[in-house]
């Protein structure tokens, strides 16, 4: 069965490294996504990708942050220069199509910022 | 405003006992609505989805039926096993289509 998949599993960066997280979505589709959840706290909405371009972002997403779709395959989250708070779980989803359709979460890679 | 809302865990429970997790939400309209599962050390899970009012989702013996008079989609299970030790999330799709998490609720399943 198709999936999601995210390397690194784990990383350790200094606070103001930048780091680039990835993502490699299922093959067929079009919509990608960045989730964080905080230790212990929520899932949260980072940013929605679709046809090379940003769909949404949410007030997380300022300008530290940015994503790219480099090639046919992968989906990429920088963190510009990185602060303590950034430490969570980062989840990369992907969707075939809007309206409705289930997003694929990958596994996460958890960041921690010293 | 649009959240979801779901019951303060832990809960804890005996082998084969019956589960349920309450879930409810504020929307405008009807918003697809979607159970995931947390494994330890893992990542999140699709368990289970309705999209309409009055669907049952189910998907390994759990179920979650869309109930759009008491805007709730509380997760059941009738027998719980050792293994369906998680976290479980309740999310629900914005109109712009990025899913909105409850807070979680964590299962804790005895032998």
């Known amino acids: 069965e198709p999936e999601v998949t995210q390397t690194p599993s784990h990383q350790v960066t200094q606070m103001g490294q930048e780091v680039i997280l990835r993502c490699v979505p299922i093959s067929n589709h079009l919509y990608f996504y960045w989730y964080r959840q905080i230790l212990g706290q929520k899932v949260e909405f980072l940013v929605s990708?679709?046809?090379?371009?940003?769909?949404?972002k949410s007030e997380i997403f300022d300008d530290q942050f940015s994503v790219e779709r480099p090639d046919g395959s992968n989906f990429t989250l920088k963190i510009r220069s990185t602060k303590l708070e950034d430490s969570a779980m980062y989840f990369c989803a992907s969707s075939d199509q809007s309206g409705g359709e289930t997003q694929y979460f990958g596994p996460g890679t958890r960041l921690l910022v010293l | 405003g649009n959240s979801v809302t779901q019951m303060e865990g832990p809960v804890t429970l005996s082998e084969e006992a019956f589960l349920t997790i309450n879930c409810t939400y504020t929307a405008t309209g009807y918003p697809s609505l979607f159970w995931y599962v947390q494994y330890p050390g893992e990542g999140l899970q699709l368990l289970l989805k309705?999209?309409?009012?009055?669907d049952k989702g189910s998907n390994k013996g759990f179920e979650a039926t869309y109930r759009k008079e008491t805007t709730s989609f509380h997760l059941e299970k009738g027998s719980v096993q050792v293994s369906d030790s998680a976290v479980y999330f309740c999310?629900?799709?914005?109109?712009?289509?990025?899913?909105?998490f409850g807070s979680g609720t964590r299962l804790l399943v005895r032998p």
């Open positions: 309705a999209t309409k009012a009055d």
């Open positions: 999310a629900r799709m914005d109109s712009s289509y990025k899913l909105i």
């Open positions: 990708f679709y046809n090379n371009e940003i769909s949404e």
